[in-house]
T-cell receptor, first 117, second 114 residues
Framework: GAVVSQHPSRVICKSGTSVKIECRSLDFQATTMFWYRQFPKQSLMLMATSNEGSKATYEQGVEKDKFLINHASLTLSTLTVTSAHPEDSSFYIC????WGRGWPEAFFGQGTRLTVV | KQEVTQIPAALSVPEGENLVLNCSFTDSAIYNLQWFRQDPGKGLTSLLLIQSSQREQTSGRLNASLDKSSGRSTLYIAASQPGDSATYLCAVSPSSGNTGKLIFGQGTTLQVKP
């Protein structure tokens, strides 16, 4: 199956700093990637759709200036949490979809546990 | 707006028992439905994917069914084992203007006791 690699798996940062998370499709090209967020004991919520070569599409309630998404190539999307605060501590996970026979199948990265202290 | 609901939120069973996890969704316009497993603090492992035209999929001790018209899916786990303990998530892929995003349920946390 397709492989999506996410890095780092864990990061601890000080309040006010920025953190970048990378999401790579290793054996396929992904024109679209997705970023999700998961709070403790809750489900995954879509944050934004990352489009290669264009601006990301953010879900309602997600601050685009706080969560910067760049999709500069067909295999790499990055999420930068700017001026991080403790409330941004969460599990962030990316996915990419492959369209096989007319429908999408999603493949997920391993996730990144962000802790802001 | 598509909403996905999973029942129960938590389940504890003795080893060896067969069990059923339930998932319902409000909009039948979907490409497919996927069941995932998530271990604590970890990412997602895809278990089964059912296309909208399919009724069920099987993998080992797992069987997932889909009734698109009623907006329901079930995940059946046969002869449960302690290693099956995890959170199980179902997710649908909306077919309207969708490039591959998923809408997730809240998950069912399963504990299988030895």
């Amino acid at each position: 199956g397709a492989v999506v690699s996410q890095h780092p798996s864990r990061v601890i940062c000080k309040s006010g700093t920025s953190v970048k998370i990378e999401c790579r499709s290793l054996d396929f090209q992904a024109t679209t990637m997705f970023w999700y967020r998961q709070f403790p004991k809750q489900s995954l919520m879509l944050m934004a759709t990352s489009n290669e070569g264009s601006k990301a599409t953010y879900e309602q309630g997600v601050e685009k200036d706080k969560f910067l998404i760049n999709h500069a190539s067909l295999t790499l999307s990055t999420l930068t949490v700017t001026s991080a605060h403790p409330e941004d501590s969460s599990f962030y996970i990316c996915s990419a979809s492959i369209w096989g026979r007319g429908w999408p199948e999603a493949f997920f990265g391993q996730g990144t546990r962000l802790t802001v202290v | 707006k598509q909403e996905v609901t999973q029942i129960p939120a938590a389940l504890s069973v003795p080893e060896g028992e067969n069990l059923v996890l339930n998932c319902s969704f409000t909009d039948s316009a979907i490409y497919n439905l996927q069941w995932f497993r998530q271990d604590p603090g970890k990412g997602l492992t895809s278990l089964l994917l059912i296309q909208s035209s399919q009724r069920e999929q099987t993998s080992g001790r797992l069987n997932a069914s889909l009734d698109k018209s009623s907006g329901r899916s079930t995940l059946y786990i046969a002869a449960s084992q302690p290693g099956d303990s995890a959170t199980y998530l179902c997710a649908v892929s909306p077919s309207s203007g969708n490039t591959g995003k998923l809408i997730f349920g809240q998950g069912t946390t399963l504990q299988v006791k030895p």
